[in-house]
């Protein structure tokens, strides 16, 4: 079993930024890690994910806004939100999950990003 802890949420103004942190209760060998949204009404959606060589994979829809890192050592995955719009309201979730290993595919709790305009 693994836990996701994320964290850094709240409210920002339009054109702002936040940084959002996920922790993993302990290192899964060759996981991705990644950060998924979901606004109300609409389904969940992939927004970044980091392999465990760091190889990156963002939604197109973001403009390159946002950046998203990983430090195994420490089990963390981080999402730097810039620029951020009205349209980037929602749950952010962090997953953890392995190709090939249905079994190791968790989520966290989720942390409520709420852009004003």
């Known amino acids: 079993q693994v836990e996701l802890v994320e964290s850094g949420g709240g409210l920002v103004q339009a054109g702002g930024s936040v940084r959002l942190t996920c922790t993993a209760s302990r290192y899964i060998p060759a996981a991705t890690m990644g950060w998924y949204r979901q606004a109300p009404g609409l389904a969940r959606e992939m927004v970044a994910t980091v392999t465990s060589g760091g190889i990156t994979d963002y939604a197109d829809s973001l403009g390159g806004r946002f950046t998203a890192s990983r430090d195994n050592a420490k089990n963390t995955l981080i999402l730097q939100m810039n620029n951020l719009t009205p349209g980037d309201t929602a749950v952010y979730y962090c997953?953890?999950?392995?190709?090939?290993?249905?079994?190791?595919?968790?989520w966290g709790q989720g942390t409520q990003v709420t852009v004003s305009s």
């Open positions: 997953n953890l999950r392995r190709r090939h290993t249905p079994q190791l595919n968790y």
